[in-house]
T-cell receptor, first 112, second 110 residues
Framework: SAVISQKPSRDICQRGTSLTIQCQVD?????MFWYRQQPGQSLTLIAT?????????ESGFVIDKFPISRPNLTFSTLTVSNMSPEDSSIYLC?????????FGEGSRLTVL | GQNIDQPTEMTATEGAIVQINCTYQ??????LFWYQQHAGEAPTFLSY????GLEEKGRFSSFLSRSKGYSYLLLKELQMKDSASYLC???????????FGQGTTLQVKP
């Protein structure tokens, strides 16, 4: 298994600001992902965080809005830039380990 | 294309059995996953099927038919704590990613 720590767990943000979410894993993992879960909806993959290179973004998500860092095999950050109320969501870090996908507790962002 | 579908809501009685269905379409299939998510918490892994048939794990069982693009999660002896959202997801062999369904919110009543 993998233990994933995310912070902040929740935050209230002002429109137009940016917030960086951190994800720390207790072991080295190759695959790290960032998901978004909007209210009442399922998980949508934002991007795959690649160690040492630029993240791979899914359709509908761009680097300028969701810059991602992956400096090593245990850590990643996701920034939600220039936030609007539509960005109010839970953002989840996940890692693939031995065929399973493990999730962090999520960061619940509310944009006013 | 790829898509996945499951019912939005279900209600069942404590002690009963409930089956949550999931249908999917993909050109490259790399397993079917079920996750449980309690309100306000992260999803937790329940089961993984890559071959046809039934996988049993305690009160929970998961079934897969690859030819039909169909899976179900069977919950027996329902308990109040089983009230949660159940997410079906398939692994895409083309991309190595998981594609999630919308989730089924199960409410267990006394």
């Amino acid at each position: 298994s993998a233990v994933i720590s995310q912070k902040p767990s929740r935050d209230i943000c002002q429109r137009g600001t940016s917030l960086t979410i951190q994800c720390q894993v207790d072991s080295q993992v190759t695959m790290m992902f960032w998901y978004r879960q909007q209210p009442g909806q399922s998980l949508t993959l934002i991007a795959t965080a690649n160690q040492g290179s630029e993240a791979t973004y899914e359709s509908g998500f761009v680097i300028d809005k969701f810059p991602i860092s992956r400096p090593n095999l245990t850590f990643s950050t996701l920034t939600v830039s220039n936030m609007s109320p539509e960005d109010s969501s839970i953002y989840l870090c996940s890692v693939e380990n031995t065929g399973e996908l493990f999730f962090g507790e999520g960061s619940r962002l509310t944009v006013l | 294309g790829q898509n996945i579908d499951q019912p939005t809501e279900m209600t069942a009685t404590e002690g009963a059995i409930v089956q949550i269905n999931c249908t999917y379409q993909t050109s490259g299939f790399n397993g079917l996953f079920w996750y449980q998510q309690h309100a306000g918490e992260a999803p937790t892994f329940l089961s993984y099927n890559v071959l046809d048939g039934l996988e049993e794990k305690g009160r929970f069982s998961s079934f897969l038919s690859r030819s039909k693009g169909y899976s179900y999660l069977l919950l027996k002896e329902l308990q109040m704590k089983d009230s949660a959202s159940y997410l079906c997801a398939f692994g895409s062999s083309n991309t190595g990613k998981l594609i999630f369904g919308q989730g089924t919110t199960l409410q267990v009543k006394p």
